[in-house]
């Protein structure tokens, strides 16, 4: 009889120590927020018209760990760590690239932007390469954002690149404000894409990608 009720004692305990460890999952799991990196409005648009032909804007990756749905974070040191309570609404280069087409669509810079999916036949295709998406604490909390930036002759069958350009942006923030992360990633990725739009601007891309040539 003493060894029977030892063992529903001990079966109770770990019964109890597992449904427990699923209550503490399951609170934890509530208390996760995810967020979508923001861009701002484009601050300027074409006066001139369009300068490039159309685009559709095709894959953007992201290098590892950035392709993380948790955010990354710097840690003192340099390491890289993944916070469990706030992330990405989907997938980090899914939620940059739509953010991207619609900045790059603001901005008039392409007479059009279309989605890979579309039927319609374009001369040019962008592409990005997300190498930097993470909280630093190293030196004061900053959200960063590296973005690499291709744009493609679609009309070459090696998909020839007519222009590639990176920028990063530091975008410090409050840790006590649970929003100030979020919104200091898409301060920077603003930042990043206005970078990026100025130095379309001014490249030196060949006539078959110019709007309106012949």
Same mark, same amino acid.
Request: hydrophobic share 45%; proline share 6%; glycine share 8%.
């Given at each position: 009889?003493?060894?029977?009720?030892?063992?529903?004692?001990?079966?109770?305990?770990?019964?109890?120590?597992?449904?427990?460890? #699923?209550?503490?999952? *399951?609170? &934890?799991? +509530?208390?996760? /927020? %995810? $967020?979508?990196?923001?861009?701002?409005?484009?601050? @300027?648009?074409? #006066?001139?018209?369009? *300068?490039? &032909?159309? +685009?559709?804007? /095709? %894959? $953007?990756?992201?290098?590892?760990?950035?392709?993380? @749905?948790?955010?990354?974070?710097?840690?003192?040191?340099?390491?890289?760590?993944?916070?469990?309570?706030?992330?990405?609404?989907?997938?980090?280069?899914?939620?940059?690239?739509?953010?991207?087409?619609?900045?790059?669509?603001?901005?008039?810079?392409?007479?059009?932007?279309?989605?890979?999916?579309?039927?319609?036949?374009?001369?040019?295709?962008?592409?990005?390469?997300?190498?930097?998406?993470?909280?630093?604490?190293?030196?004061?909390?900053?959200?960063?954002?590296?973005?690499?930036?291709?744009?493609?002759?679609?009309?070459?069958?090696?998909?020839?690149?007519?222009?590639?350009?990176?920028?990063?942006?530091?975008?410090?923030?409050?840790?006590?404000?649970?929003?100030?992360?979020?919104?200091?990633?898409?301060?920077?990725?603003?930042?990043?894409?206005?970078?990026?739009?100025?130095?379309?601007?001014?490249?030196?891309?060949?006539?078959?990608?110019?709007?309106?040539?012949?």
């Amino acid at each position: 009889m003493r060894y029977q009720c030892f063992w529903i004692l001990v079966t109770a305990v770990l019964a109890g120590g597992c449904f427990g460890g #699923k209550t503490v999952q *399951r609170l &934890a799991l +509530a208390r996760r /927020r %995810t $967020f979508v990196p923001e861009a701002g409005q484009a601050v @300027r648009r074409e #006066k001139e018209g369009p *300068r490039f &032909a159309a +685009a559709k804007i /095709r %894959t $953007f990756r992201a290098l590892p760990p950035f392709d993380s @749905r948790a955010f990354i974070v710097r840690r003192a040191g340099g390491e890289y760590v993944t916070d469990f309570y706030n992330g990405w609404l989907a997938p980090p280069q899914t939620l940059i690239r739509s953010q991207a087409a619609r900045y790059l669509a603001d901005a008039g810079i392409f007479q059009a932007i279309y989605d890979a999916g579309a039927g319609t036949v374009v001369p040019l295709g962008i592409e990005g390469l997300v190498s930097g998406l993470y909280l630093d604490y190293t030196d004061g909390p900053a959200a960063v954002v590296s973005l690499r930036l291709l744009v493609l002759d679609e009309q070459s069958p090696q998909f020839r690149v007519l222009f590639d350009a990176e920028r990063e942006a530091r975008e410090p923030f409050d840790p006590a404000n649970k929003n100030a992360a979020s919104e200091a990633f898409g301060a920077a990725f603003t930042k990043v894409l206005s970078g990026l739009t100025a130095a379309l601007r001014e490249a030196d891309l060949p006539r078959q990608a110019l709007a309106y040539s012949p």
